[in-house]
């Protein structure tokens, strides 16, 4: 039995660099074997594990499966593989790779700007035609469920298999589901989104498969990850303020107080989320107590690990 923790990341494009940057951010290099088109790799410092660098739609495939314990990809592949809830458990929402699942028409279709004005069009549009509307996606099970929703039931889909922004003004299909940054290249192809078209922000997910055989090896090094992961993030959001104590009841107060707002006690000082720092030191330094010295750590670790413990919960 194979004892390794499998990791499965993208091994291409802008997600595979970003998904880099934040494993060596996170103290968690990545070293690929077979130099740079390898397709296996380990992460220094997590003994235990393999990486297998693989497509983005493999690896939602792959976590489905349980071929791999652990994967990041964009949530719109997890959610399209269907029953998300069953198969694998979101860990943590990364904040890069994002885009949006939304629905768009032609700019030309001026009476139609959200899915009610769609229905109505649908409807009309088998009336006169004596065809289905068309819509052209890679998001096959995210439209059936979205459109089901708004109640529009008079359209057929046309799977895409190239640019799909590209299929109205080929005529291959009426409108489109996809996926868009800024929008930019549905305008420059004639298009709009619909105003509650959209379908869902999608974004980079730590995911784990509720498929794959876990034990305690694996279980053991997912623990070591996950761990190093929220650390590195609490310490992205969290600043220390230490200054010279005074040991008298103002301190106390001002101390109590912050503690009170969410504050967390440390040596000689107190952490406090960084967009708190400057207000934390001005109430310091008004009471007397200072030089305040602000400084950002580079890992928190706490004693609880959330996205541990539910993953432990689910497949234990």
Not at 47 to 58: C, E, I, K, T, W
Not at 233 to 243: D, E, G, S
């Given at each position: 039995m194979n004892r390794e923790l499998i990791i499965a990341i993208p091994s291409k494009g802008r997600l595979k660099e970003q998904v880099e940057e934040w494993l060596a951010d996170c103290g968690l290099p990545l070293s690929v074997s077979g130099g740079a088109r390898g397709y296996l790799a380990n992460l220094k410092g997590l003994?235990?594990?393999?990486?297998?660098?693989?497509?983005?739609?493999?690896i939602a495939d792959a976590l489905g499966a349980g071929e791999a314990h652990l994967g990041v990809t964009g949530e719109d592949l997890l959610r399209e593989r269907g029953d998300l809830e069953s198969r694998v458990l979101l860990l943590r929402p990364l904040g890069f790779g994002r885009a949006d699942l939304v629905v768009a028409a032609p700019k030309s279709w001026l009476d139609v700007d959200t899915m009610a004005d769609l229905e109505e069009v649908?409807?009309?549009?088998?009336?006169r035609k004596g065809r289905r509307m068309r819509v052209a996606t890679?998001?096959?099970?995210?439209?059936?469920?979205?459109?089901?929703?708004?109640?529009?039931?008079?359209?057929?889909?046309?799977?895409?298999?190239g640019a799909t922004e590209g299929a109205p003004a080929s005529g291959a299909a009426e409108l489109i589901v996809d996926i868009t940054t800024t929008g930019a290249t549905l305008a420059a192809n004639g298009l709009k989104i619909l105003?509650?078209?959209?379908?869902?922000?999608?974004?980079?997910?730590?995911?784990?498969?509720?498929?794959?055989?876990?034990?305690?090896?694996q279980l053991a090094a997912a623990e070591r990850l996950l761990r190093a992961v929220e650390a590195r993030?609490?310490?992205?959001?969290?600043?220390?303020?230490?200054?010279p104590a005074a040991g008298n009841e103002s301190e106390a107060a001002i101390v109590d107080a912050?503690?009170?707002?969410?504050?967390?006690?440390?040596?000689?000082?107190v952490m406090v989320e960084t967009a708190r720092a400057a207000e934390a030191a001005a109430a310091l330094t008004a009471a007397g107590l200072g030089?305040?010295?602000?400084?950002?750590?580079?890992?928190?670790?706490?004693?609880?690990?959330?996205?541990?413990?539910?993953?432990?919960?689910?497949?234990?």
């Open positions: 003994p235990g594990a393999q990486v297998r660098l693989l497509s983005a739609g493999d649908a409807h009309d549009f088998l009336a890679k998001y096959l099970a995210q439209t059936r469920a979205f459109f089901a929703r708004h109640g529009v039931v008079d359209y057929r889909i046309t799977e895409s298999g105003s509650d078209g959209l379908i869902l922000r999608s974004q980079a997910q730590l995911t784990a498969s509720l498929k794959a055989a876990w034990g305690q090896p993030a609490a310490a992205l959001t969290n600043t220390t303020l230490i200054w912050l503690l009170h707002q969410g504050a967390q006690r440390r040596p000689h000082g030089p305040v010295t602000v400084s950002q750590p580079d890992f928190v670790f706490e004693v609880a690990c959330p996205p541990f413990a539910a993953l432990k919960q689910r497949v234990l």
